[in-house]
């Protein structure tokens, strides 16, 4: 594992109104000097507690030791906590003071920690949130040029309103800049003079400067014998610079190409000294040239551009029939399907291949906008498979930009960015919002007319027939006598 470079830093201190100290800033700038957690002065209580929350959240509020003041017994007696669960993390704490406590300068050792009154009463006295910062690596060697390089910063635990960022006093050609988890990376592609320079990380709260580092980065005179992987994407467009630069005069060079399912090598190029650059590969065009046109017996760099997928393998430098520099180009495509544009709310599936596996990597999906981890497998060189997918069921406005990364180890050495290209469901009416509007007054009108209609019907068509006395219908009635006497005569009769 590389080495890191420590900085524990005291961000936050609180302390009841009722017994105020003023805020300290204490910070760690190595990886030796500790931190120093003070205590009140003059407090009354006889027994105290140092609580302890990690940041990395292996385990929730430990009590770490017990502080005691006795009358007899001049300064404070420390009782550290040894349980079976708990007892490796004490050794990474001392006494101190008076119930001070000494931090070791420990990354795992950030957390929030609470000092507090047990007797007579209980009662919290102050409380501390306790940053890690670490740069890695912490040694920034000479980088040969050609080189891709990862530096790295992360905080234990990212402050409400903070931020990392990566800065460059100069300007860089190519150049990768993201974050995960609280980790911000930058990756410099093919290493240059114009790479070279300060380099900070710095951890910004609301665009305000509170704590960070910087570096350099140099470039190594030659890159004899060197041997190292370089990553790119294999389906937009990128571009890659193989160098074969030499402090040494030589008298010829060549470049060769073995592809990752050939063992055959075949040449790409050569030259001898003070004469042109021969590019020997058909059927290319222009996607590999060298820039440099006479070879002058140091510097025979090759370029390529664009990548595309069937471009790994492995390229080696020869000079005077030695091998100078070997590089292995592993060629990288993430794509999504379906292809085409989606609609909000689609399923999708996102795919990272890599061409190849030399050396155990790590595939990671993150989310590009907050760069939460999301899905991550291992490959090695025996394993079959080269891909790692990722099943999005329902495709969000929150769910568009995403990233595999290819990590060596615990450093990212790639970066591959893919955004889904998906739209809000569109009609033939044009804004959904509109339809929705224009359909709810559609069923509002048929229910209207639905109600008209049924007015209509009650108003218009006829009922019972109702004759009213005082009208004259042209119909006369008999009299009532004659009436009953019909009626007596035709009983009489039916007896």
């Known amino acids: 594992m590389s080495p890191s470079w420590i900085i524990i830093f005291l961000l936050e201190l609180y302390f009841p109104a009722s017994a105020y100290v003023p805020t300290q800033d204490l910070s760690l700038n190595d990886e030796v000097t500790p931190v120093t957690l003070p205590v009140l002065v003059g407090i009354s209580g006889t027994e105290f507690v140092w609580q302890w929350t990690p940041h990395d959240g292996r385990f929730k509020k430990v009590q770490l030791v017990t502080v005691k003041h006795s009358k007899g017994y001049p300064g404070a007696q420390y009782s550290w906590t040894r349980t079976s669960e708990h007892n490796i993390y004490y050794r990474n704490f001392?006494?101190?003071?008076?119930?001070?406590?000494?931090?070791?300068?420990?990354?795992?050792?950030?957390?929030?920690?609470?000092?507090?009154?047990?007797?007579?009463?209980?009662?919290?006295?102050?409380?501390?949130?306790?940053?890690?910062?670490?740069?890695?690596?912490?040694?920034?060697?000479?980088?040969?040029?050609g080189f891709d390089v990862t530096r790295a910063c992360t905080i234990s635990r990212l402050p409400e309103s903070s931020r990392l960022q990566w800065k460059h006093k100069g300007s860089l050609s190519a150049a990768t800049k993201f974050h995960y988890n609280n980790t911000a990376v930058i990756i410099i592609q093919n290493v240059d003079e114009h790479s070279t320079g300060n380099y900070s990380c710095g951890l910004l709260k609301k665009e305000t400067y509170l704590h960070g580092f910087h570096n350099t980065l140099t470039l190594a005179t030659s890159a004899f014998d060197s041997r190292y992987t370089l990553y790119r994407d294999g389906a937009n467009r990128s571009e890659v610079q193989l160098i074969c630069r030499s402090a040494n005069r030589h008298d010829t060079a060549q470049w060769t190409w073995r592809s990752e399912s050939s063992s055959q090598p075949i040449r790409i190029a050569s030259a001898i000294r003070n004469g042109p650059v021969g590019i020997f590969v058909k059927g290319v065009g222009q996607r590999i040239r060298s820039p440099v046109t006479v070879y002058d017996g140091h510097y025979f760099p090759l370029h390529i551009s664009p990548v595309v997928f069937q471009d790994a393998g492995i390229y080696i430098c020869y000079t005077d029939n030695y091998i100078y520099v070997s590089i292995t180009l592993i060629t990288v495509q993430v794509s999504v399907e379906p292809p085409g544009v989606l609609a909000i709310g689609d399923e999708a599936n996102l795919t990272c291949t890599v061409s190849g596996v030399r050396e155990r990597i790590r595939l990671v999906w993150l989310r590009d906008d907050d760069g939460t981890v999301v899905k991550e497998e291992t490959l090695s060189a025996s394993d079959s498979g080269r891909s790692l997918a990722l099943f999005i069921p329902r495709v969000s406005t929150e769910q568009l930009k995403w990233a595999c990364v290819v990590f060596q180890e615990s450093l990212p050495r790639a970066y591959f960015p893919i955004e889904i290209n998906a739209e809000e469901m569109q009609t033939a009416f044009g804004d959904p919002v509109l339809v929705i509007v224009a359909c709810v007054c559609l069923v509002l009108l048929k229910i209207f007319i639905t109600a008209l209609v049924i007015c209509l019907l009650m108003n218009y068509l006829p009922g019972p027939v109702q004759i009213n006395p005082h009208v004259d219908t042209g119909v006369t009635s008999a009299p009532e006598e004659e009436c009953k006497g019909e009626h007596s005569s035709k009983a009489g009769n039916a007896v």
């Not at 101190?96 to 006295?125: C, D, M, R, W």
Request: glycine share 6%; no cysteine; charged share 20%.
């Open 94 to 145: 001392d006494d101190g003071e008076n119930g001070t406590l000494i931090i070791k300068s420990k990354f795992e050792n950030a957390g929030h920690y609470t000092f507090k009154q047990i007797q007579p009463n209980s009662t919290v006295l102050a409380m501390f949130d306790v940053f890690a910062f670490k740069s890695i690596p912490f040694w920034w060697d000479s980088i040969p040029p």
